[in-house]
């Protein structure tokens, strides 16, 4: 591909395959965030932020495109207008053709991802996820919806993605049963009365569908279903895949060689980006350590998640005091707490990688976007 065909279009189409959009949490939001699918790209900078420092230097470089691993958008806004802080790196951005992409957490469970990225750096080979989420997860779903609502409600669902088995589509079983209820104060049966006992006659229908449309068809389903509270279940269908080589948020891994926690703290910070605080850890520091847990970013919401899993240490970011209190107060694992910038800013280069071979200019962008400037300890003073 030569440099002249190169658009933003293509640029989003790489970054796609490698990290798809599908593995992004249901609250992310990931993709192109502005500029023109159809504009000719010959030099794309990467960050870890878009700030409007990094928006500037990405101008001033030359590129057409910025690519970058925390949306700017994440959180709803009323107003981009040139005088808000969000408005006026977009519209710094636009003015000068710079284009704005995020890959989030599709980047943080995709293989490779940021999670190997920081597992390897640490000294591990990635193996399984923290939390494994397969691409193609299916879940089974039985609903149940009076017979003259049935049509309508299957043909909204099939319409957002369910019943669909290889090459057949709308695909489901159902048989009739009777459902019963009492509407208590503050109800609005579509059948029934407040307060009574009503049953009737229902049709139980039973489909598959992938996990990844779990939010779409509980939201399609709500919308479409006659009943103030539609009944229905949702069971993820076992994954018997090689775990190893699953997506999904963290990785795990072994050292080569044993070493205490002391040690491995002080391994994690050499390799890591410097930042002004640098590297914390809990635990006893004479501690052997081996088999160890990662996850680049905010991730105190894996602490149970590292407990089940015979973990020696867990690598994260952002860790607060009172969640490490009560997982060390339970047994659990030793943990290392970086700053997030240091954790996630290592995978530019691997995204710079994947832009790069399709014949562009590329150019990693080395300002610390880590918040913190200053740390400061208590002068010791002699007796």
Not at 8 to 25: F, H, N, Q, S, T
Not at 89 to 116: E, K
Not at 217 to 240: K, S
Not at 283 to 295: K, L, M, N, T, W
Request: a negative charge.
């Amino acid at each position: 591909m030569s440099e002249s065909t190169v658009t933003v279009a293509d640029v989003v189409r790489a970054m796609d395959r490698a990290y798809p959009p599908a593995l992004a949490e249901s609250w992310d939001r990931v993709g192109l965030i502005c500029g023109d699918p159809a504009a000719a790209v010959t030099k794309v900078a990467f960050a870890l932020d878009c700030t409007m420092d990094v928006a500037r230097r990405a101008v001033d470089a030359g590129a057409q495109m910025l690519v970058v691993h925390h949306p700017l958008l994440l959180r709803g806004v009323s107003s981009v207008a040139a005088d808000t802080p969000k408005g006026k790196v977009l519209h710094h951005l636009i003015r000068n053709g710079c284009a704005l992409f995020a890959a989030h957490t599709n980047a943080d469970s995709a293989r490779p991802g940021v999670s190997d990225k920081l597992a390897e750096l640490v000294g591990i080979m990635p193996g399984r996820p923290i939390r494994p989420v397969p691409l193609g997860g299916m879940d089974k779903w039985g609903v149940h919806i009076p017979p003259a609502d049935v049509d309508h409600v299957m043909a909204l669902l099939y319409e957002a993605g369910a019943g669909a088995i290889g090459n057949y589509e709308e695909c489901s079983f159902a048989w009739e049963g009777t459902g019963g209820f009492t509407p208590v104060e503050g109800a609005d049966p579509a059948e029934g009365t407040v307060g009574e006992h009503f049953s009737g006659p229902e049709v139980r229908v039973e489909f598959v569908a992938p996990t990844r449309l779990r939010r779409t068809l509980i939201d399609a389903l709500r919308a479409a279903h006659p009943y103030e509270e539609p009944a229905f279940d949702v069971i993820a269908v076992e994954d018997t895949s090689d775990l190893s080589r699953a997506t999904g948020l963290g990785r795990i891994g072994e050292l080569p060689e044993p070493m205490t926690l002391r040690e491995f703290t002080q391994q994690v910070a050499d390799a890591l980006p410097e930042t002004t605080w640098g590297v914390r850890a809990a635990g006893d520091p004479e501690r052997v350590v081996r088999r160890v847990a990662v996850s680049s970013g905010s991730g105190d919401g894996f602490l149970s998640d590292v407990a089940k899993l015979g973990v020696d240490v867990y690598v994260t970011s952002d860790l607060r005091h009172h969640p490490v209190d009560e997982h060390l107060a339970a047994g659990g694992p030793a943990v290392i707490d970086t700053a997030h910038w240091a954790s996630e800013f290592p995978w530019t280069s691997q995204a710079e990688g994947i832009v790069g071979a399709l014949g562009v200019d590329t150019e990693v962008l080395t300002i610390r976007t880590d918040p913190w400037t200053l740390s400061a300890h208590p002068r010791r003073t002699e007796n």
